[in-house]
């Protein structure tokens, strides 16, 4: 399966894509989860330690290396550059692995002189299209919040969306925004998965806002999850309910592909 995780931020969608590659790793399923947001959280809730992660750059940032590959020059970026630069070595040589799970931190696109059409993009974009179409195994993608890697089209491959949403109209609105943006890609299959539910009130505001997503499941408010990112470890490892609930929801995604 390869899988992108969105929805608007704070919603727990960093939580949950960490959570779920533990989960698969400990299913003995070989799982690269890839953090391609700009507020690179991911590694935290996968569990990598932060001493561990000082001396890891994200790839956005490599200049040389992203200078070698499109065979350009940083501030040249009016001149020709290399449209489908190599990218095949990049997540076995960069990835940092943790309890099997490899965990690859693209960084952010320098914007200003850079703009989109720019070296740091081209790589981005056909590494993350190597990653969904060519790559023999589960990936996972925690993508920025809200919708503007939509627009870039780069998750024009994935195989599904969930979108994390919480017991807010807000939250609501963006997964609405989503599915429509990953429709006129070609993404069908746009899954839903609640979080910070408490009660049941919580939940009919997810269920019936949502009627038309398939939902995957829900995941309750938890305190646990505050202070795994207060201890700087992931939730898995210090709550067995999270576990239990991502599990269901891995189970239910399953189901969805064999049907």
Known sequence: MKIAISGKGGVGKTTLAGVMARTLSAQNETVLAIDADPDANLA????????????????????????????TKKGGYGSIFKLNPRVDDIPDRFSINHEGVKLLILGSVPQGGGGCFCPENVLLKNLLSHLFIQRNETVIVDMEAGLEHLGRGSTGYVDAFIVVVEPGMRSIQTAHQIKKLAMDLGIKRVFIVGNKVQTDEDQRVITENLQEFPILGLMSYNPKVLEADRKGVSPYDIDGRIREEVSGILSNLKEQFST
Request: charged fraction near 25%.
């Open 44 to 71: 935290s809730a996968v569990g990598v330690s932060p001493d561990r992660l000082a001396g890891v750059t994200p790839l956005a940032e490599m200049t040389h290396f992203i200078e070698e590959r499109t065979e």
